[in-house]
């Protein structure tokens, strides 16, 4: 009897490691690690919420298997994102989701919509090849209300091409999703701050909550 007993609390033993193992496997599976990397938008989002003035944490938020790392780099473009060392330091932090915003940066009134799409498309293949990602999520790219070298009109216009181009690329992507930050890209209101090209307080809070980051 007392062996039987003894042989029974061994197999609940055997029988509970055995779950929380499987729990623990899946927790850890389960656990988001996103990657916000990008140009100036990036690393003014960081700032702010440091500074307590969007009133979210560093993690936005989100549930608490989430955990969130900036990688933003002021004033980049494609090609400077690519030979910075933001790129290196966000492949480290091994990322399961990336928000990727950039592109911005890199109309101008010399080169074509779609030189900035192949440029916005090199970023993505480099970040595809961490291996960990399961996920990657593009960012429209924002009108101005001033732009270097050109008119805001036509500035805008460039943006309406590359994000309907970019839409309709990663359209049928199961890994890449192209996401339109509703009510931020074609805004009814006010959204940046003097430049004409940054975005204010109320609409860098708002930023993170449109981007569909979870």
Known sequence: MMTNIIQAVHGIYITICFICKIYHKFTIMAMERV???GHSYVSRLEQEIENGKLGINRNLNLPPNYHVMFFGLRGATTSSLLNSSKLQDCRDYKPTKIFLQIGGNDINPHDRSVDVIQGIRNVIVSLQAFGNVRQIIVGSL???RKARGMSA???NLQVDIINSSLK???DSSRKVHFWTICGLVKPAWDIWTADGVHLN?????QYPVKSGWQ
């Open 153 to 155: 009109d036509h500035y």
């Open 201 to 205: 307080e109320v609409a860098t809070k």
């Open 168 to 170: 309709k690329l990663y």
């Open 142 to 144: 924002f009108q101005r």
């Open 35 to 37: 990657a916000v990397i």
